[in-house]
């Protein structure tokens, strides 16, 4: 079945760090990939999103690029801001429309 | 437009009383997904609708829980009896494409059963 995995946090990083969040996911066909992000007390938001392969999203300098060859769309900041902390998920739309999960991320940016 | 509404924010109840959630969605969007989340369990899907059809209510944990679209706008989630372990923080999100392109969530509803 269609599942994601990412890497276990909680993730701690300096101000101005690089990060890398990954994630890599089992599918059938090709589906779209997506990274959300959760702030303390909100609901996710869409962070970016790859609809096919090596696509590359990006949004608030976070890039992600669907590998379809590793199965994986790793998330990248080059310099992480104390702002930044959140939880990140990771996700996949099944080809039953149906938007899959990963179990999130705490990144933990401290100044 | 203010993106997906739901209310209450947060909800204190006692154990056997009726809890429902309300949900509007964004204006022109066809899908509407209830989401659960805990700390042991993470998110999860209860029920999914697309144009007021529900499509996929697998996720819905047993019959206390019951959804309803009763217009292309606004959905509820109903509890009935409520229990603690029902406390979670309860999110629904709309979308264009059942989806495919993103969902767009509300603030959730903090729900605790004593």
């Known amino acids: 079945g269609n599942s994601v995995t990412q890497m276990e946090g909680p993730v701690t990083l300096s101000e101005e760090a690089f990060l890398t969040i990954n994630c890599t996911y089992t599918a059938t066909g090709y589906p779209s990939l997506f990274w959300y992000v959760q702030y303390p007390g909100e609901g996710l938001q869409l962070l970016l999103k790859a609809t096919k392969a090596d696509d590359k999203g990006s949004n608030k300098g976070f890039e992600a690029t669907y590998r379809k060859e590793t199965t994986s769309f790793h998330l990248e900041k080059g310099s992480v801001q104390v702002s930044d902390s959140a939880v990140y998920f990771c996700a996949l739309a099944s080809n039953t429309g149906k938007l899959i999960f990963g179990q999130g991320t705490t990144l933990q940016v401290k100044p | 437009d203010a993106g997906v509404i739901q209310s209450p924010r947060h909800e204190v109840t006692e154990m056997g009383q009726e809890v429902t959630l309300r949900c509007k969605l964004i204006?022109?969007?066809?899908?509407l997904f209830w989401y659960r989340q805990t700390m042991m369990r993470g998110l999860e899907l209860l029920i999914y609708?697309?144009?007021?059809?529900?499509?996929?209510d697998s996720g819905m944990p047993e019959d206390r829980f019951s959804a309803k679209m009763p217009n292309a706008s606004f959905s509820t989630l109903k509890i009935q009896p409520s229990e603690p372990r029902d406390s979670a923080v309860y999110f629904c999100?709309?979308?264009?494409?059942?989806?495919?392109?993103?969902?767009?969530f509300g603030s959730g509803t903090q729900l605790s059963v004593l």
């Open positions: 609708f697309n144009n007021n059809v529900p499509i996929d």
């Open positions: 204006s022109g969007h066809n899908s």
């Open positions: 999100a709309s979308s264009l494409d059942e989806g495919s392109s993103g969902l767009f």
